[in-house]
């Protein structure tokens, strides 16, 4: 084989695509990763951590309109240090709930709960879709031509509804998942 084959052959998308879950599958099997998501009330706490990010960042965006020159560099710090722990949690949440590994190495229970919890994730998305478009709708037709929809809630909404989207599945399956028992190995 020449090099260039080679080359082209070690980089062909679907042969980076299992790498990387080869990679990911052993990142989230991994023992000591499995006993620090091993409890149930700690992945609960991540849950509720996750939520507070989300409602920090919604509260944010709200109030960047009643600040002087838009909120500037502290408010979109604020944004994006609330956007970067509520990714690496909901990462941290993907391994422990297996929602990170590729369907193909997930048992038949965890198949089952992974496509409940996506069912429910696309539902409870269902849900606060149409509670914010009836919001919108209820606050601009049916209403005196005074009220309408705040602007300033445009963006909360927004990122509500994208951290909502993101974030139910594998909130619902740290949240319903029992502890795991964990092999004791000797270090």
Do not use: C
Request: charged share 20%.
């Amino acid at each position: 084989m020449s090099f260039l084959s080679t080359l082209i052959d070690e980089f062909r998308p679907s042969q980076i695509k299992r790498d990387i879950d080869d990679v990911t599958r052993l990142r989230t099997e991994n023992p000591k990763v499995r006993r620090r998501w091993a409890s149930r009330s700690r992945r609960r706490a991540a849950t509720v951590l996750m939520g507070a990010m989300g409602l920090v960042g919604a509260a944010f965006l709200w109030w960047q309109p009643y600040t002087a020159n838009g909120g500037g560099p502290g408010l979109v710090l604020g944004v994006v240090a609330a956007l970067a722990v509520f990714v690496w949690l909901v990462a941290q949440l993907n391994m422990a709930t297996r929602l990170a590994v590729s369907y193909q190495h997930l048992d038949e229970r965890q198949r089952i709960e992974r496509d409940r919890s996506t069912r429910i994730g696309h539902h409870v998305t269902a849900a606060v879709l149409v509670s914010a478009f009836l919001l919108v709708m209820v606050l601009n037709v049916f209403s005196y031509d005074a009220v309408s929809f705040p602007e300033e809630l445009t963006w909360p909404l927004l990122w509500l509804i994208l951290m909502v989207h993101t974030s139910a599945p594998s909130a619902y399956l740290a949240w319903t998942q029992p502890d795991e028992i964990v092999d004791d190995e000797d270090d």
